[in-house]
């Protein structure tokens, strides 16, 4: 409420109040002294006037000339402030009196007494006493008039006072702030320095320079300031575009790296399917020799058999002619072996059979399907695949293989063709380990492959062991790599570690780790999860 | 005269079907045949001073362990006649177990015919 006013209203409602109390207590003060000298003006007056009339009523009252006092005491009640006069002999008996004859203060009536003397012979003799009794009515009434016209003297003083503030008041601050105001005013829509023309040496002098500088100084700052705004603007400008073209940039190299990671998903299929074929080719050989002693004994049995059974046919008729035991005991004979010679036959064209349909399961391309196996089976076949296809491709490969695989071993789902891939892998690459070992012909050196499952918690473990050359620290962590390999150009493909990850990890979910020492062997150690109910029946299809 | 015929083959099934084959040259006294599925069990048999020796030795090439080179290479080619029975029978292999001192090879499926020639022959 305060602060809204006016600065007018304010100087005003400050100034009047203050004016108006220190005059009156100036006021105050004054009237006070005027009337305390007033009053020992009377009482002086009146002291006076009683020592003169005692002196003049010395002689009446000694001869007690009564008419002569009456006399004095009338002329003395003229005197306006005089409202009483007694005359009292040496007795104190009254003589003679005029008007009031008892002080009373409550009135203001003073009273002035004064012994009569009289010289008779040179001898002073106290005849009596004069009283004089006043009134300060008069004095008071003196006053009254004297304050109506001090009051109505400092009501004019304190008015013009106020008058003077206030003009004051307007040109020493009003005029300069609407000056200031009016500055401010336009120096916020401009740029330029709008200064407040206020030229004087005084304080608001001082503060229009200051405000004056301050100003300049700001608005130097703000165009300093619009000056680097502009710049950056400039430069935000000049880096977007620098951005826009890197981005340009940008998706120009990523859609060239999405095109060369597409060429190189391609070239990377296509070098799968090499290693596959690759692979392959190596197995063919291996293959071939070992459809070739079940081979050898379909062959030979049949034709046995046939031969035999020309033979149970003599004996028949033999023994048809002349029964002989000799006879009987022949045919009995011949009959078992027959008999022996089907099995082995079913056997051994069975056995081909399984060796032509995981080369076909090995060559096969594109997903394969979850089933349960045995996984020593696997195991076992892939091994001696592995085995054949080393020693078809090498004249006089050999190596001791080492079997202990668990007989409680459960079936799984697996993929097994799959695994059969890792198997034979992991195995050809032991058995490389070791040829390279046996090349240095160190002695007592006999190239050896364990192979080990065993049923665990979850999982089943599967550890393929040599005694190669083991693997080098050094590319320990390359091994799984696609493209690794660390035998010579055009031997290996770098694949066959890279793909038996991806079929453990991806495809099973499982896990395979190496352990080597050089020089003294490798382990490859394979976990594949137990699992009891297929996959693929689970929507997450491969 | 009685030829004894040492074969050498991990397939077990050699044995009844080598029985078979020479069923005849059996019956009729000309051989004898011993059987190893492994060339340590072989070269036992053939240092054995207990039993006669040896007039032919029949051996596969590819066999856990040892293998036939390692036979071929190990034994005294002057006291018996030696031939090989594999299922490589690629130009390479034939020429380095010729040179290792074999007399005979028998690609696997095996021709019995031959067979009996090289058993028979003294």
């Excluded at chain 1, 002098?205 to 705004?229: C, P």
């Excluded at chain 1, 918690?457 to 693997?471: F, Q, S, T, W």
Aim: net charge negative; with cysteine.
């Amino acid at each position: 409420m305060w602060s809204r006013l006016s600065l007018r209203f304010k100087f005003l409602s400050l100034v009047i109040p203050l004016a108006i109390f220190i005059s009156l207590v100036f006021f105050l003060f004054i009237d006070n002294q005027l009337k305390k000298d007033a009053q020992g003006t009377l009482a002086d007056r009146i002291e006076e006037l009683t020592r003169v009339q005692s002196g003049s009523i010395s002689g009446p009252l000694w001869s007690f000339n009564i008419l002569q006092l009456n006399l004095v005491t009338s002329s003395m009640i003229n005197d306006p402030d005089v409202v009483g006069v007694s005359v009292l002999d040496e007795t104190g008996a009254v003589v003679a009196a005029d008007g009031v004859q008892e002080a009373n203060l409550e009135d203001r009536i003073f009273m002035r007494q004064r012994t009569v003397s009289f010289f008779d012979d040179g001898t002073k003799r106290d005849i009596g006493e004069l009283r004089v009794f006043y009134s300060e009515e008069r004095l008071l009434a003196d006053a009254v008039t004297r304050r109506l016209t001090a009051l109505v003297a400092i009501a004019l003083l304190i008015g013009a006072l106020i008058i003077g503030a206030l003009v004051g008041l307007h040109y020493t601050v009003l005029v300069p702030l609407g000056r200031f105001a009016t500055a401010i005013g336009l120096a916020r829509d401009t740029d330029q320095v709008v200064p407040v023309d206020w030229n004087t040496q005084d304080e608001m002098g001082n503060v229009a320079h200051a405000f004056n500088d301050l100003q300049s100084q700001q608005k130097s700052d703000e165009a300093e300031l619009r000056r680097i705004q502009d710049n950056l603007e400039d430069l935000v400008e000049k880096r977007t575009e620098t951005l826009a073209q890197r981005e340009v940039q940008l998706v120009g190299a990523r859609d060239k790296a999405e095109h060369a990671l597409e060429e190189l998903r391609a070239t990377q299929s296509r070098l799968i399917q090499s290693q596959k074929m690759a692979s392959l080719g190596q197995l063919s050989a291996g293959i071939a020799h070992e459809i070739k002693n079940p081979l050898n004994f379909v062959n030979n049995f049949s034709l046995m058999s046939v031969e035999m059974l020309g033979e149970l046919k003599e004996a028949l008729a033999a023994h048809n002619a002349a029964p002989t035991n000799e006879t009987k005991e022949e045919i009995a004979e011949l009959t078992q072996l027959l008999s022996d010679n089907l099995e082995k036959i079913e056997h051994h064209g069975h056995r081909a059979d399984n060796i032509v349909r995981n080369m076909l399961l090995h060559s096969r391309d594109g997903p394969a399907d979850f089933r349960q196996a045995q996984i020593n089976n696997v195991l076992r076949e892939a091994v001696n695949l592995a085995f054949h296809s080393a020693r078809a491709e090498v004249a006089g490969f050999n190596i001791t293989i080492h079997e202990e695989l668990d007989s409680d071993l459960p079936e799984t789902f697996c993929v097994p063709q799959d695994l059969s891939r890792v198997f034979i892998n992991l195995a050809s690459n032991a058995m490389y380990a070791t040829h390279q070992k046996t090349k240095k012909e160190l002695p007592g050196y006999e190239p050896l492959l364990e192979i080990h499952t065993a049923a665990e918690k979850n999982r089943i473990r599967i550890d393929v062991r040599d005694n190669g050359e083991g693997i080098p620290q050094s590319v320990r962590e390359q091994v799984f790599e696609p493209f690794f390999t660390s035998k010579p150009t055009g031997e290996g493909t770098g694949l066959g570690l890279s793909l038996a990850y991806d079929i453990v990890h991806e495809t099973h979910r499982g896990d395979i780790r190496l352990e080597s020492e050089e020089g003294e062997g490798t382990t490859f150690t394979v976990f594949i999860p137990l699992v009891s109910e297929n996959p693929d029946n689970k929507g997450d299809k491969k | 005269m009685t030829n004894r015929v040492l074969v050498v083959d991990d397939e077990k099934d050699m044995e009844p079907l080598f029985r078979q084959g020479l069923r005849r040259e059996l019956k009729a006294g000309k051989i004898e045949i011993a059987f190893a599925t492994g060339v340590d069990a072989a070269l036992a048999m053939i240092s054995d001073d207990k039993a006669a020796p040896f007039d032919k030795v029949i051996s596969d090439l590819n066999m856990p362990g040892k293998s036939g080179f390692e036979l071929l290479a190990d034994v005294d080619k002057d006291a018996f006649e030696i031939a090989v029975v594999s299922a490589n029978a690629d130009v390479d292999t034939r020429a380095k177990v010729e040179a290792l001192g074999a007399r005979a090879f028998f690609a696997k499926p095996v021709n019995f015919g031959e067979v009996r020639n090289f058993v028979t022959a003294t």
